[in-house]
């Protein structure tokens, strides 16, 4: 038997990728795949139906007919809520889902009884290298980022020397070393730039110098921990931000051209240049800020445009590895073929997902209609039960605070009515008992 599979068209703003490509078609089918291809799907990564076609797809004229009977659907990015009604249940939806922050989307995938894989959550580990979309794509945007400094910058980027006389090269500061900046420190320096960068996580130091940058930044006690597991930077405390933000307005003020690139999953970018850093900067000087759609590095930037505050360009570009979208649609789909590779078993041509194994652990939030990774699903209704029995039991221990005097009367008071409360003594062990033990105590001295 082959498995269906559909790739279908993005129809989101700024989207102009698609989740395979004519090469990785070919390799699908011989994975044991019938691919279905939407019409139009790749045509703003200057893919036509008929590349597909000679690849050996299957072109739908629209989308429902492309999802008949699918069991895997490729997208870039999350399909939008009023079209999950056409998804035949039970396939299994994998994209860039966004999660975090998204929980109620998750729940209405889980609602229409669908398995999903979200691949912003594919673990830094080895085997899952070639699956990793977020550098596959932030590499690229990192490249871009430098070209559109480029374009709105007025002047040359390396030193040249003349006749007439030299022209200094450039001096560009890349916030954030991860993929993204790494590939920024690259490309400005192989454009002839002066490059500079800071980062909180310690490994990053020696990553920029190997590419030629000079390393910006307080390296204290706070800064040797600031890096998750996963490879992450972690979130610093306040009077490390209030150091670091000291350094680098004096750092920013020399800059011609400075690159943000700081992101921290699940939650909103880091401010990292405040408006009066802004004005520090010489006239004529360029931010990119390409973590603008998770609120911005600059306090000034605007998301889907490019602005000019106090002689400063700031450039809020969105969805950067989509404006180069030929190449960030090979990577992707490059992506997703070695994940599929792990989940489709050659020899019976059907799915044959190991629901343990790390990678899929990883990246599965919905299977079989509920959501099921920790981070998105929520307290399990056992541990919602031992929360509200941990506060029942608490109740009592509360009111054993009034005086032993004033429960000795109560206990007389409830002596005619004690037959039936004897046995609830020994199970639930009341207050009458050791309010008698107390009064009598306190008799006594």
Not at 190 to 207: F, Y
């Amino acid at each position: 038997m082959t498995i269906k599979l559909a790739v279908l068209k993005e129809t989101k703003s700024n989207e102009k990728r698609v989740a395979a490509t004519p090469d990785t078609v070919k390799k699908l089918i011989t994975l044991g795949c019938f691919v279905t291809v939407e019409s139009g799907a790749g045509e703003q990564a200057s893919i036509s139906d008929q590349h597909y076609k000679d690849a050996g797809a299957t072109i739908a004229k629209t989308a429902a007919e492309a999802l008949k009977k699918a069991q895997i659907i490729l997208k870039v990015q999350a399909p939008d809520e009023a079209d999950l009604k056409a998804y035949p249940a039970e396939s299994l939806v994998i994209g860039l889902l966004s999660p975090f922050g998204n929980e109620t989307y998750l729940k209405k995938l889980a609602e229409h009884k669908l398995n999903a894989f979200s691949m912003e959550l594919v673990p830094r580990i080895t085997r899952a290298q070639s699956m990793d979309v977020l550098s596959s794509q932030s590499n690229l945007a990192g490249y871009k980022s430098v070209l559109d400094a480029c374009e709105y910058y007025g002047k040359a980027f390396p030193m040249m020397m003349t006749a007439a006389g030299t022209i200094p090269p450039a001096k560009a500061f890349v916030m954030g070393a991860g993929v993204a900046g790494l590939q920024a420190i690259a490309t400005a320096k192989r454009l002839g730039a002066v490059v500079t960068a800071t980062d909180v996580r310690p490994a990053a130091k020696e990553q920029v110098e190997s590419l030629g940058g000079s390393f910006v930044a307080v390296e204290d006690d706070e800064f040797k921990q600031a890096e998750t597991a996963g490879g992450y930077a972690k979130e610093m405390s306040k009077e490390y931000q209030a150091k670091q933000a000291a350094l680098v307005a004096d750092h920013i003020a020399k800059q011609d051209i400075v690159i943000t690139t700081a992101l921290i999953p699940g939650r909103p970018a880091p401010k990292l240049i405040s408006e009066d850093m802004v004005k520090s900067m010489k006239k004529g000087s360029v931010i990119v800020d390409m973590a603008v759609e998770t609120g911005g590095n600059c306090a000034l930037s605007k998301p889907g445009d490019v602005v000019e505050k106090h002689g400063v360009t700031i450039i809020g570009h969105l969805n950067v590895p989509s404006r180069l979208a030929a190449d960030s649609s090979a990577l992707y789909a490059r992506n997703l073929l070695n994940l599929l590779g792990l989940i489709i078993d050659t020899s019976s041509g059907q799915l044959s997902i190991n629901w343990e194994d790390d990678i899929i652990k990883g990246i599965a939030v919905v299977k079989d209609g509920k959501l099921i990774h920790p981070h998105f699903k929520g307290p399990s209704k056992a541990a919602a039960k031992t929360e509200t029995k941990t506060k029942a039991k608490t109740k009592p221990k509360t009111t054993t605070k009034t005086p032993a005097k004033a429960a000795a009367p109560a206990a007389k008071k409830s002596t005619p009515k004690k037959a039936p409360a004897k046995k609830a003594v020994k199970k639930t062990a009341p207050k009458t008992a050791p309010a008698k033990k107390k009064t009598t105590s306190s008799v006594k001295k």
